[in-house]
């Protein structure tokens, strides 16, 4: 495979490390969630975001150079602020607005990756960057589905006991 440009690698750095913050916020998310449909959605979106840091570490790697550390913030890099998704007490949300959350995220996610896409002078930054968009497109499609199950749905501490007369939407 050719090498990276230096924008490329730049790119592939930034979206490595949001990436990895996306994956941070489900997980803070996951930690909260009872419901067994909830957690298996929060699951599935973390694997693939994982899935996506992965595929451009190996990207990196091909060209000889490392991805950022997990624990160590990519120097210089205009990120999206996250803080209030992380800031929610989310044990009084109900499904739906936790999935409400979870498409916002990816929205911004989405709304990132194609600025970061218009900006790029590179073809190779562009494809990037244009696959993160389909991506995150996916994701916000798959998390509408999810809401339109639960958006009448009332549900109180994401308990699987469902109120009398009603039951849990399944995947």
């Keep these: 495979m050719s090498s990276l440009t230096p924008d490329a690698s730049h790119a592939l750095l930034m979206a490595i490390q949001n990436e990895a913050d996306i994956v941070q916020i489900y997980q803070h998310m996951l930690k909260q969630v009872r419901n ?5 959605m929060l699951e599935r979106l973390i694997a693939e975001e994982q899935q996506h840091e992965q595929r451009m570490r190996i990207r990196l790697s091909e060209d000889g150079m490392e991805g950022p550390d997990k624990e160590e913030p990519v120097p210089d890099i205009e990120l999206p602020n996250r803080s209030q998704l992380m800031d929610i007490e989310l044990e009084n949300c109900t499904v739906a607005e936790l999935i409400s959350l979870a498409i916002e995220n990816e929205g ?3 709304d990132f990756y194609k600025t970061q896409h218009d900006r790029a002078e590179d073809w190779e930054v562009k494809a990037i960057f244009n696959w993160l968009v389909e991506q995150e497109e996916k994701h916000i499609s798959h998390l509408q589905n999810e809401y ?3 958006q009448n749905y009332e549900e109180v501490n994401f308990s699987d006991q469902a109120e009398e007369g009603e ?5």
Excluded: L
């Excluded at 067994?36 to 298996?40: E, L, Q, V």
């Excluded at 039951?167 to 995947?171: D, H, K, R, V, Y």
């Design 148 to 150: 339109d199950k639960y």
């Design 108 to 110: 911004i996610n989405r």
């Design 36 to 40: 067994s449909n909830t957690r298996r």
């Design 167 to 171: 039951s849990a939407p399944e995947e």
